[in-house]
């Protein structure tokens, strides 16, 4: 088959499960345990349908006030995707088109490096250093662009700020992506420093602390021209992505600010609670700030472990990758599912 030497071809990512059987306790992709907003459910309630005939906003105007106001920036310098997956992907196409390799590190999210094979960009992974954390002069070269989550996935671990500076007036040439997805569950956001640093973008999603990984939407903000310039090249690709009731139901999410800051605290209670019991189970781990416990035992195997979770309908998430092939990615559940975790551990760890 001749055609098929022109084919763009791509190892793709690999999502955690999502399992079809009713009673799991689901522990593997960092969703919220809780629902969203009530004004969610409202706003889909008062969503009329007969509005479908049209286009949405391509701007998606309402969401983007909403989010402007609610972070105190302009509106001229939010971009919104479908999920943060989208904005980050378009980011990558938008400001990685340097001779010199990207940096990321290399126990990070996953689908950065398959988006730079997507998008034939050139990489560099920058090993994390033993306790996980950003080895700061790895940034410090040369390079295409920068892409680190803060707190980092799956380890969990929060950077501080003053690193991420110096990591940005070293490379006024290239744009530095901060990952926020995880930021609401105890760190200190980058946002401020957009004003400061005009090669700076940090990117949040409703995914993980706004419970909304169904609806598919994250934000990026960053000075307004790399915003033009992201949205050129989105509205060449494919102007309408982001759908009506997305919009409406987003912004109602925005806007109630009570609910969001209620199911975060809960989530960051439950987590310090998760911490000390896998601690007296011989778990050891990096400190979390995000939703999240990416931990190892002392002496059973990770993959013995998340396979008797899976065959007792618990479902965490193991890598079996270098470095990070003895680790359980545990995400925080509710307390009551939290609780059957560690009652399940306790017992099997007896036995192993
Ligand atoms: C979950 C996650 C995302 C993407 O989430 P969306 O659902 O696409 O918004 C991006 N980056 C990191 C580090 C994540 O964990």
Not at 2 to 7: A, L, V
């Amino acid at each position: 088959m001749s055609w098929e030497k022109n084919m763009r071809t791509v190892d793709p990512y690999v999502a955690g499960e999502q399992p079809k059987q009713a009673g799991v306790i689901k522990l593997n992709t960092n969703e919220c345990p809780y629902p969203p907003s009530p004004m969610v459910r409202k706003a889909a309630e008062d969503f009329d349908c007969e509005k479908l005939r049209l286009y949405p906003d391509m701007n998606a105007e309402k969401l983007v006030n909403a989010l402007a106001g609610y972070c105190h920036v302009k509106p001229e310098q939010i971009f919104v995707g479908v999920g943060s997956d989208d904005v980050l992907a378009m980011a990558f196409m938008t400001f990685f088109n340097g001779d010199k390799p990207i940096l990321f590190p290399d126990i990070t999210y996953s689908f950065y490096d398959v988006w730079a094979d997507v998008f034939r960009i050139p990489f560099r992974t920058c090993p994390l250093d033993e306790d996980f954390c950003i080895r700061k002069e790895d940034y410090l070269v040369p390079n295409g662009g920068i892409v680190i989550p803060n707190p980092n996935a799956p380890t969990g671990v929060l950077e501080a700020t003053a690193m991420f500076e110096e990591i940005l007036q070293a490379n006024p040439d290239s744009v530095v992506i901060i990952d926020e997805a995880y930021i609401d569950f105890g760190g200190e956001s980058m946002l401020p420093l957009i004003e400061k640093y005009d090669n700076l973008m940090v990117v949040q999603t409703f995914s993980k602390s706004r419970a909304m990984a169904g609806i598919r939407i994250g934000f990026a903000i960053a000075n307004e021209k790399l915003i033009r310039y992201l949205k050129d090249v989105k509205f060449s690709f494919n102007s309408y992505t982001m759908n009506m009731p997305s919009i409406e139901m987003g912004t109602a999410a925005v806007l109630d600010d009570a609910y969001f800051k209620e199911i975060v605290g809960k989530i960051v209670a439950t987590r310090e609670w998760t911490k000390e019991q896998l601690r007296e189970l011989g778990f050891t781990f990096a400190d979390s700030k995000s939703n999240f416990i990416f931990a190892t035992h002392k002496s059973v195997p990770a993959r013995d472990i998340f396979l008797a979770l899976k065959e007792n309908n618990i479902y965490v998430r193991y890598w079996n990758k270098p470095r990070i092939d003895n680790y359980l990615r545990i995400t925080i559940g509710t307390d009551e599912q939290m609780q059957k975790l560690i009652t399940f551990l306790k017992t099997y760890l007896k036995e192993h």
